[in-house]
C-alpha cells in the first residue's frame, strides 16, 4: 500500500512550472513622437461620451516638448492615451508626470477626459488625485466629473477617507451631486463597516430628486447599501429595505436586468443565513417568484451554506424541488458538509452523482473531497484523490495538498506530510503558505526516521540520478522547513514557534542554536 500512496505523490513531480506573461494593455511608444490620426481622433471623440455627451474635441496643433524627455507630443496624443482603457499603474504615471510639465496647454473638459480614462482601474487612484492637484495649480477648478470619477476610483481602491474627503469638496464647492458618488460614498463607509453611515446616504438619495441628483444606477445603489448592512451582520435592516424597495424590483423596467434584480434577493438570503437566520432566508424564496424571477444556483448554494451539516441533503431535495437548477460549487458544499457531518461515503456518493450528470469536478471538488475523507481518518482515500487528479488533467493546488497533508497527520502518517511537503516545493513549484509549513513542521517530531527514508527513496524515478536528495532525519528536516519560513518572508504564528520549540526540545542543544537563529530572523 505504502508503494501505491508514495507513487501517486511521487506523479506530482511532473507538474509543469507556472509561469505569468505580463499582458500589455497600452503601447504609448515611449520614446519616439506618436502623433495622433485622424482615424484615432475620430474613436476618440466617440468614447468621449462617458463624460460628457455631445462633447467634442477641439483641434488642436500644438506642440509641446517636456523637458525631461524631449519627446514632442500634441495634445491630442496625449487624450489619445488616456481613451484606452485600462491602462497600467506604472503607465499611468508616467503619463501624469507628462501632463504636469505642459498643463498650461489642458483645457477643464481636457482634464475630465484624462481622469475618465483613469478611473477604471482601482491602482490608478494616486494618479487620478495627481490629476486633480495639476488641474487646479493650472487654474482649472475641479468640476462634479472630476469629482465624480475620482471618488469612483477611490472607491474602488477602499481609500475611505479620501472618497469622504472628495465628497466634502464637493459640498464646499456647492457641485451638483451624482449618482455615482454616493455609491462610491456608500462603498466607503460598508468598507468601514459603518453602515448606519451608509443607510443615512441612501436615505439622503432617495429623498432627492432626479432633477436634482441624475439616475445612472439605481439597482447598483441598492446592492451597495444592501451589502453594507450584510457586511455588518444587520440581517434585519436587510430585510426592512428589501420591503421598501421590492415595489420598485417588480415594478421599475429601467431597474436591472434579472440576474441584477435576483441579485438583491441573494444578497439579502446570504445575511440571514450568515446569522443562523435559515428559516428568514427560505421565506425570501416565494417573494423571488412573485418578482417574476427564478432563483439560481447562487441561491441554493447560499441557503445550503446555512444548512446544518446533517441536513443538507433535505435541504438539497426541497430546492430541487423548486425548480432550482446545481452546479458544481452546490456540489462542493454539499461534500463538504457530509464530510463535516462524518458521513464520508455520502461525499462521496455526491462527488460521483455530479460526474454522472456531466459536470466536471474542478480542483476545490477534489479539495473538499480530501477534506471529507481527512475529517472522517480514510487517509488513503486523501491520497487516492491526488491520482484521480492526474487522471482527470488537474494539477493539485496548494488547497488540495494540504488537505492530504492534513488527512496524513490525523492518521499519524508522518513521513507521507514531509513527501507532500517536499512535493510543494520541490516539484510543484508551488509556494507554502504558513500552514503547510506548520503540519510540515510538526511531523519532523514525531515522524519515524526508517519510515522517512523509506518513503523518500521511493519517490524518485530509477534512471534520476541528478536530483539532490531530500533530508532524511527530523533534524534537517526542521531546519530546512524554518529556513523555507525565512525565505518566503512567512509570519510564524502561534503553532509554528510550538512545533519548533518541540522539536528543538527533542534534540537538545544541537538544534536550539541554529532554530532559535531562523525563528529570530522573523
Known amino acids: 500500500m505504502r508503494g501505491r500512496v508514495v507513487g501517486n505523490l511521487g506523479r506530482i513531480a511532473s507538474l509543469p512550472q507556472r509561469t505569468c506573461a505580463a499582458r500589455r494593455v497600452l503601447d504609448n511608444r515611449v520614446g519616439c513622437r506618436s502623433l495622433a490620426s485622424s482615424t484615432d481622433a475620430t474613436a476618440a471623440e466617440g468614447s468621449a461620451s462617458d463624460v460628457n455627451d455631445g462633447a467634442s474635441w477641439p483641434p488642436s496643433s500644438q506642440t509641446i516638448t517636456p523637458v525631461k524627455t524631449g519627446v514632442m507630443y500634441t495634445r ?18 508616467r503619463l501624469v508626470n507628462r501632463v504636469a510639465e505642459c498643463s498650461n496647454i489642458f483645457s477643464q473638459r481636457d482634464f475630465e477626459v484624462m481622469i475618465n480614462g483613469l478611473c477604471h482601474m482601482a491602482d490608478n487612484w494616486k494618479s487620478v488625485l495627481q490629476l486633480l492637484q495639476i488641474a487646479e495649480e493650472s487654474g482649472t477648478p475641479p468640476t462634479s466629473v472630476m469629482l465624480d470619477r475620482a471618488m469612483r476610483v477611490c472607491a474602488m481602491a477602499k481609500r475611505d477617507t479620501v472618497v469622504r474627503s472628495l465628497w466634502s469638496r464637493v459640498k464646499a464647492l456647492q457641485l451638483q451631486p451624482t449618482e455615482r458618488m ?12 459603518l453602515w448606519p453611515q451608509a443607510l443615512d446616504c441612501f436615505r439622503e438619495l432617495q429623498q432627492t430628486s432626479p432633477d436634482d441628483v441624475p439616475q445612472s444606477n439605481r439597482n447598483l445603489t441598492y446592492r451597495l447599501v444592501l451589502h453594507a448592512c450584510a457586511q455588518a451582520d444587520e440581517w434585519e435592516m436587510a430585510l426592512n429595505l428589501l420591503d421598501d424597495i421590492e415595489i420598485d424590483i417588480i415594478a421599475s423596467e429601467d431597474f436591472g436586468t434579472d440576474d441584477e434584480r435576483l441579485t438583491l434577493f441573494n444578497i439579502v438570503i446570504d445575511a440571514c443565513v450568515r446569522n443562523n437566520r435559515l428559516q428568514e432566508a427560505k421565506s425570501i424564496l416565494p417573494r423571488i417568484a412573485n418578482a417574476q424571477l427564478k432563483p439560481q444556483a447562487v441561491t441554493m448554494n447560499t441557503i445550503l451554506k446555512g444548512c446544518e451539516p446533517g441536513n443538507a441533503a433535505d435541504a438539497f431535495a426541497w430546492l430541487c424541488g423548486m425548480g432550482i437548477e446545481p452546479n458544481i460549487r452546490t456540489f462542493n458544499v454539499l461534500i463538504e458538509k457530509e464530510g463535516q457531518s462524518g458521513r464520508w461515503q455520502r461525499a462521496l456518493q455526491w462527488f460521483v452523482h455530479m ?11 477534489y479539495g473538499k473531497l480530501a477534506y471529507a475523507f481527512g475529517m472522517n481518518n480514510q487517509w488513503r482515500l486523501a491520497v487516492d484523490t491526488l491520482d484521480n487528479m492526474f487522471e482527470a488533467g488537474l494539477e493539485p493546488d496548494l488547497v488540495v495538498l494540504g488537505h492530504v497533508m492534513r488527512a496524513c497527520q490525523k492518521a499519524r502518517q508522518f513521513a507521507l506530510v514531509l513527501k507532500v511537503y517536499e512535493q510543494i516545493v520541490d516539484k510543484a513549484g508551488l509556494t507554502p503558505n504558513i500552514r503547510t509549513i506548520n503540519l510540515a513542521l510538526h511531523a519532523c ?3 519515524n526516521r526508517e519510515e522517512l527514508a523509506d518513503v523518500m527513496s521511493l519517490s524518485f524515478a530509477e534512471d534520476d540520478t541528478t536530483k539532490k536528495m531530500p533530508p532524511t532525519g527530523h533534524l534537517e528536516w526542521g531546519l530546512r522547513i524554518l529556513q523555507d519560513t525565512e ?9 509554528t514557534y510550538v512545533s519548533a520549540f518541540s522539536l528543538f526540545a527533542h534534540f537538545g542543544a544541537m538544534a536550539i542554536e541554529p532554530g532559535m537563529a531562523l525563528l529570530q530572523c522573523k
Do not use: C, W
Request: hydrophobic share 30%.
Open 355 to 365: 460526474q454522472n450528470l456531466g459536470m466536471q469536478p474542478n480542483n476545490v471538488s
Open 445 to 447: 517530531r514525531y515522524v
Open 76 to 93: 491630442d496624443d496625449f487624450l489619445t492615451f488616456f481613451h484606452q482603457r485600462l491602462i497600467p499603474t506604472n503607465k499611468a504615471a
Open 487 to 495: 525565505r518566503l518572508n512567512l509570519e510564524p504564528d502561534s503553532y
Open 182 to 193: 454616493y455609491q462610491a460614498l456608500i462603498r466607503s463607509y460598508s468598507n468601514s463597516q
